[in-house]
């Protein structure tokens, strides 16, 4: 087995404010700095992040076995000098979806104008994506999740959604299913175009056969629970959906107020969901329910969405300050948010939705994973998978700092 040693670690941010296996010498300076604690981040007092200065770390196996101050750092086979750069774990991406062919820039363009977004265009990817073959959509997907790496994002997760027939949601989580763990079933995207005549008899295929052909493909399930859109489904309908799939041995996620104020909040606390997504539109009750389950329910935002749509932005510092778990994410989709960027996301976070940049990097990762209900991701820990972003800046705060400047990589040992 060999040791790789990493070392010139300006400032590692683990994202654990126990630091389990570190030495605790090397926080010398960052305590206190992260400002407030955040949900998944630790307790009231302690550094958040969990950060060491003037660091390294040994990875072997795809794992790190150690971290702690470069001083201490042990001899290994091989060495990477980062020459001053700032390591983070790997973003964690828990809303995408990736598998798509087809173009809606006009709608873009059309929305930058004054069109009001109301979910009728997925309509024109769900025609393009019909037609394109597996081969297409494969190396259309393997794009995609590459140009994430690129980012700094080591784990994706990608729904279906774009076929809404059979035998299409089947094969895009098949295709799907090739680059990641974490795939969600999501036939209730919208009611296709010639169902619309009969949609309790679409409902009734996504809760039956549609169900039953992708659950082998898919961990999770989503529903689209929109009343504000005559495209997305009621809660009546989002309810027959989400039970069937929890019946199958799906977890579930829900698409919830994103155009208005709706029932998607409850509907996922009330059913146990890992994540309820957008959450643009929250009222009192919405943010009390969402604290109250913030070990079960993540509030998973997606700023990227409301910048392409001219939406106002998620009520982040409210479901902050009242105890809720955030996480960022991408929802990269051809319509509504056609970045992969995450920290583009932290960006947003930051300047529009009145996040701290540790916070936001803390949703973009322990949040994330918390949305995924994985505790083996989105943290650096002894024994822990290496999936780690490099940035070429000295912290974590030049993600917010310089938008859209490339300085956030995958780090490939």
């Known amino acids: 087995m060999t040791a790789t040693l990493v070392t010139g670690i300006s400032e590692l941010v683990t994202c654990d404010p126990t630091a389990e296996g570190a030495d605790m010498a090397g926080r010398a300076g960052v305590a206190g700095t992260a400002g407030r604690a955040f949900a998944a981040g630790g307790a009231q007092g302690a550094d958040p992040l969990g950060r060491l200065v003037d660091a390294a770390l040994v990875i072997a196996d795809g794992r790190v076995v150690w971290f702690g101050r470069r001083s201490a750092a042990a001899a290994a086979d091989r060495r990477i000098d980062l020459g001053g750069r700032a ?27 004054g069109a009001r977004y109301d979910g009728g265009g997925i309509a024109t990817t769900m025609a393009a994506t019909r037609a394109a073959d597996d081969q297409t959509l494969r190396a259309l997907v393997g794009g995609r999740v590459a140009e994430m790496r690129r980012q700094g994002t080591t784990t994706v997760e990608i729904k279906s959604g774009y076929g809404l027939t059979v035998e299409d949601e089947a094969r895009a989580l098949a295709v799907a299913r090739e680059f990641t763990s974490e795939t969600t079933y999501l036939g209730a995207h919208v009611v296709p175009p010639e169902a619309r005549g009969d949609r309790s008899a679409y409902v009734s295929l996504v809760c039956g056969p549609m169900l039953e052909a992708c659950a082998p493909s898919a961990r999770w399930a989503d529903v689209f629970c929109e009343p504000n859109s005559p495209h997305a489904f009621t809660e009546e309908e989002a309810y027959a959906v989400l039970s069937a799939a929890a019946d199958s041995g799906l977890g579930l996620r829900v698409h919830g107020n994103q155009l208005g104020h709706g029932p998607g909040v409850r509907l996922a606390v009330e059913l146990g969901a890992a994540s309820v997504d957008h959450c643009t539109y929250l009222s009192a009750a919405d943010v009390d329910l969402l604290a109250d389950a913030a070990d079960t329910t993540v509030a998973t935002l997606l700023p990227g969405v409301e910048f392409s749509t001219r939406s106002p932005y998620p009520p982040a510092r409210r479901l902050l300050e009242a105890g809720a778990t955030v996480a960022l994410a991408t929802d990269c989709n051809p319509g509504t948010c056609y970045s992969s960027s995450m920290p583009f996301m932290i960006a947003l976070a930051v300047r529009e939705m009145g996040m701290s940049p540790a916070e936001a990097v803390l949703a973009a990762t322990v949040g994330g994973a918390k949305a995924l209900r994985r505790n083996d991701i989105g943290r650096i820990v002894v024994g822990g998978p290496a999936d780690l972003c490099v940035l070429d800046a000295p912290t974590h705060e030049h993600l917010a700092y310089r938008p859209g400047v490339p300085i956030a990589r995958t780090l490939e040992v």
Do not use: K, N, Q
């Open 87 to 113: 390591v983070l774990p790997g973003f964690v991406d828990s809303h995408s979806h990736l598998v798509f062919d087809g173009d809606r820039a006009a709608e873009f363009t059309a929305r930058m104008t």
